[in-house]
């Protein structure tokens, strides 16, 4: 079983929906809760970073974390054709090497 | 625009031959680590430099090596390269190892592929 677990879709949906990702997690000392984005032929760029637990909101993004659940969310709202991209959850425990456990990537299509 | 900058883009090397990737991070940016991103995965750990010492390893072989200069820079090494090496390389780096989960900033990555 991998650390991280999330749905590699695709995931097409019409602009200006809501759009729900997910990510399950299997190491309870993970303290440090990260959403990606990555689009084709380009790196991974922070979106989102939570410490624990809780929700946290910028923008049209927001993430949620229920460490009870093992278990975080990716909220976007009114997407746009520019969202269309790979969605990666992270996690890491921290300290001194703070190494990052991704999740495989959620494909993501927005149409307009 | 990434301060990350990964050298060369694309390669293709053939198997058993040893390959270098290169890459230039910010100023000032002491924490660097490199990731390996098979095509459809997210990326793997591979190993974290601090102040040019190795700090943290993941499940690599040991014929993954890499090196980080005072000049923030640093090299990925790969030897006797194999079929399954082929996949994005990214390099990331952070101001300090403290924020190194959440303040890394990526390159664009090197797309290495073996035949």
């Known amino acids: 079983q991998k650390e991280v677990e999330q749905d590699p879709g695709p995931l097409s949906v019409p602009e200006g929906a809501i759009v729900s990702l997910n990510c399950t997690y299997s190491?309870?000392?993970?303290?440090?809760f990260m959403w990606y984005r990555q689009y084709s032929r380009k790196g991974p760029e922070l979106l989102m970073y939570?410490?624990?637990?809780g929700n946290k909101e910028d923008g049209r993004f927001t993430a949620q974390v229920d460490k009870s659940s093992k278990y975080i969310s990716l909220f976007i709202r009114d997407s746009q054709p520019s969202d269309s991209a790979t969605y990666l959850c992270?996690?890491?425990?921290?300290?001194?090497?703070?190494?990052?456990?991704f999740g495989t990537g959620t494909l993501l299509a927005v149409q307009p | 625009e990434t301060g990350v900058t990964q050298s060369p883009t694309h390669l293709i090397k053939t198997r058993g031959q040893q390959v270098t990737l290169r890459c230039s991070s910010q100023s000032g940016h002491n924490t660097v680590s490199w990731y390996q991103q098979a095509l459809g995965q997210g990326p793997q750990f591979i190993f974290q430099y601090y102040r040019e010492e190795e700090n943290g390893r993941g499940n690599f072989p040991p014929r993954f090596s890499g090196l980080q200069f005072p000049n923030y820079s640093s090299e990925l090494n790969v030897n006797a390269l194999e079929l399954d090496d082929s996949a994005l390389y990214l390099c990331?780096?952070?101001?300090?190892?403290?924020?190194?989960?959440?303040?890394?900033?990526f390159g664009s990555g090197t797309r290495l592929t073996v035949v």
């Open positions: 990331a780096s952070s101001p300090s190892r403290d924020r190194g989960s959440y303040g890394y900033t």
């Open positions: 190491n309870s000392a993970f303290q440090y």
């Open positions: 939570t410490y624990s637990s």
């Open positions: 992270a996690m890491s425990i921290g300290g001194a090497t703070n190494k990052l456990i």
